[in-house]
């Protein structure tokens, strides 16, 4: 199992944008998925992220209020809507199951999948 990340793009400072995290199911021994996500020159930060049993979120400091994590069983997908975007926002976006509970720590992760580079212009 892999998930993969899609849905980037070119945006404006402002606007928004909806990525998407499809995967062909749950990999054993995980208990949700984050998203991720680093900028040129920059380590992988912790953006946000949802449990697969009661879909508590928790969520980066960096974009709460303007990035959340809805999710659709039905088609084994989690989406990263992102609002109010900023030049800092530019970055590959990544997804990955979290192999620990509530990680917010990239060894926390597993079965990444490719990113989707975002760019967000002033």
């Known amino acids: 199992v892999q998930l993969q990340a899609s849905g980037g793009g070119l945006v404006e400072f402002g606007g928004s944008l909806r990525l998407s995290c499809a995967s062909s199911?749950?990999?054993?021994?995980?208990?949700?998925v984050g998203w991720f996500r680093q900028a040129p020159e920059k380590e992988r930060e912790f953006v946000t992220g949802?449990?697969?049993?009661?879909?508590?979120?928790y969520v980066a400091d960096s974009v709460k209020g303007r990035f959340a994590i809805p999710r659709d069983n039905g088609k084994n997908t989690v989406y990263l809507e992102m609002n109010s975007l900023k030049p800092e926002d530019t970055a590959n976006y990544y997804c990955?199951?979290?192999?620990?509970?509530?990680?917010?720590?990239?060894?926390?992760?597993?079965?990444w999948g490719q990113g989707t580079l975002v760019t967000v212009s002033s």
């Open positions: 199911g749950r990999p054993a021994g995980t208990y949700g």
């Open positions: 949802i449990r697969w049993g009661d879909a508590s979120t």
């Open positions: 990955a199951a979290s192999v620990r509970i509530l990680s917010t720590r990239e060894s926390g992760y597993g079965y």
